[in-house]
């Protein structure tokens, strides 16, 4: 499968637990993107990598969010101190360049309890 | 925000055209218009998108009016299968270069027997 890849698919977390999803990109699309979705909403842009470089970032990041890319290839997107309104399943997307299509992985959802 | 505004939810007979409507508006000259589809619990899916010609593919025609404020998307026999929420996006620029999505909530298609 040459898909995005997005792991764990499934995770559950005690409140207050640290959690790490990683995410493999399309091979060579050096744009990457983290998305997050609640259930009845449309996903919400997170943030964006180019290359290494991350470029860009919403407000829904907080400080418990953090995310990187290291080498340009896979990323890691870590939350520290879960709260249970983190619940939710994060999206992670990938494009080769400029206005080229943006494809999405299946998703990690996150249960905090 | 979403630029875009469609129908919360539309039915539709297994075997017969889905038309699905889109308004986007306020959309500039150089932006896309692109269709997504998430089926339950899964990633979105990339469908196809275009700028200002009506475009077709193994899945969909994408039909734009002229003056660019609306479209429409056609699965032209539609299965069981197509039933998911399908998302208009108008693919913008954004300060970091991203030009990422910006989902809205979509239209609920449930194909019927």
């Known amino acids: 499968d040459t898909g995005v890849s997005q792991d764990p698919r499934h995770k559950i977390t005690k409140r207050g637990q640290n959690v790490t999803f990683r995410c493999d990109p399309i091979?060579?699309?050096?744009?990457l993107y983290w998305y997050r979705q609640t259930l009845g909403q449309g996903p919400e842009f997170l943030t964006y990598f180019q290359n290494e470089a991350q470029l860009e970032k919403s407000r829904l990041l907080s400080d418990r969010f953090s995310a990187e890319r290291p080498k340009g290839s896979f990323s890691t997107l870590e939350i520290q101190r879960t709260e249970q309104g983190d619940s939710a399943m994060y999206l992670c997307?990938?494009?080769?360049?400029?206005?080229?299509?943006?494809?999405f992985g299946e998703g990690s959802w996150l249960t905090v309890v | 925000d979403a630029k875009t505004t469609q129908p919360t939810s539309m039915d539709c007979a297994e075997g017969r055209a889905a038309n699905l409507p889109c308004n986007h508006s306020t959309i500039s000259g150089n932006e896309y218009v692109y269709w997504y589809r998430q089926i339950h619990s899964q990633g979105p899916q990339y469908i196809i998108h275009?700028?200002?010609n009506n475009e077709t593919n193994e899945m969909a025609s994408l039909i734009i009016t002229e003056d660019r404020k609306s479209s429409t998307l056609i699965l032209p026999h539609a299965t069981l299968r197509d039933t998911a929420v399908y998302y208009c996006?108008?693919?913008?620029?954004?300060?970091?270069?991203?030009?990422?999505?910006?989902f809205g909530k979509g239209t609920k298609l449930t194909v019927n027997p």
């Open positions: 997307a990938s494009s080769l360049a400029r206005r080229n299509t943006i494809y």
């Open positions: 091979s060579e699309h050096n744009r």
């Open positions: 996006i108008v693919r913008v620029a954004s300060e970091g270069g991203s030009e990422k999505l910006v």
């Open positions: 275009g700028l200002k």
